[in-house]
């Protein structure tokens, strides 16, 4: 049975950090790329970083110098540290795979019905 679960989120002041995780099952993590995705209140969900299976990542603009993607196959894991988090990154974050061995969705569009997705943990950044 596949499961993609996704732990770490929390309230964090502005400014603080946090680390995700995404632990998979049920396939091989060393033969998929893995990204991160996140969706804010009454907005769309957007592609946050990725990691290709040969390490390669990618990041959206607003992610860029201040999160960080890396993936442990050994451990099934996946994680996203998220440094200088501000308001504007609170929201569900979820870990999922389109099951290419290739990063496609951050800078683009995509179709989550190609993905597979886990259940998200919510980041909260205030005060």
Do not use: H
């Amino acid at each position: 049975q596949v499961q993609l679960v996704e732990s770490g989120g929390g309230l964090v002041q502005p400014g603080g950090s946090l680390r995700l995780s995404c632990r998979i099952s049920g396939f091989t993590l060393e033969d998929v790329a893995m990204g991160w995705f996140r969706q804010a209140p009454g907005k769309a969900r957007e592609a946050v970083s990725c990691i290709g299976v040969d390490g390669t990542t990618d990041y959206a603009d607003s992610a860029k110098g201040r999160f960080l993607v890396s993936r442990n196959n050994d451990k099934n894991t996946v994680y996203l540290e998220m440094n200088g988090l501000n308001p504007d990154d609170a929201a569900v974050y979820y870990c999922a795979t389109d099951w290419k061995s290739w990063c496609t969705a951050v800078g683009g569009t995509f179709e989550p019905t190609d993905y597979y997705w886990g259940q998200g943990t919510r980041v909260s950044v205030s005060f």
